[in-house]
């Protein structure tokens, strides 16, 4: 079965955000199933239009800023 945008319902989404990027926390779940959890990273081009990249290694400030995040989706998660 081919995957379907509309049976993927966002449970839970909050971002910490610096001038340069974004890194957002969310919590998904598809036709109903097992709650996961998401870690996308989101870049600034030259326009400042935020454009998706690859998450990759996070450094410290990084982690501490979505640590809290991570926390909360897990209260959504219940």
Same mark, same amino acid.
């Given at each position: 079965?081919?995957?379907? !945008?509309?049976?993927?319902?966002?449970?839970?989404?909050?971002?910490?955000?610096?001038?340069?990027?974004?890194?957002?926390?969310? &919590?998904?779940?598809?036709?109903?199933?097992?709650?996961?959890?998401?870690?996308?990273?989101?870049?600034?081009?030259? =326009?400042?239009?935020?454009?998706? =990249?690859?998450?990759?290694?996070?450094n410290? =400030?990084?982690?501490? !800023? &979505?640590?809290?995040?991570?926390?909360? !989706?897990?209260? !959504?998660m219940?």
């Open positions: 079965m081919p995957y379907d !945008a509309s049976l993927d319902e966002c449970l839970f989404t909050k971002s910490y955000e610096t001038e340069s990027e974004r890194l957002t926390v969310s &919590v998904y779940s598809y036709n109903k199933g097992q709650k996961k959890l998401q870690i996308t990273r989101e870049n600034k081009d030259n =326009a400042g239009e935020f454009k998706f =990249a690859k998450l990759g290694r996070m410290k =400030a990084e982690i501490t !800023a &979505v640590l809290p995040l991570i926390q909360q !989706a897990i209260g !959504a219940e």
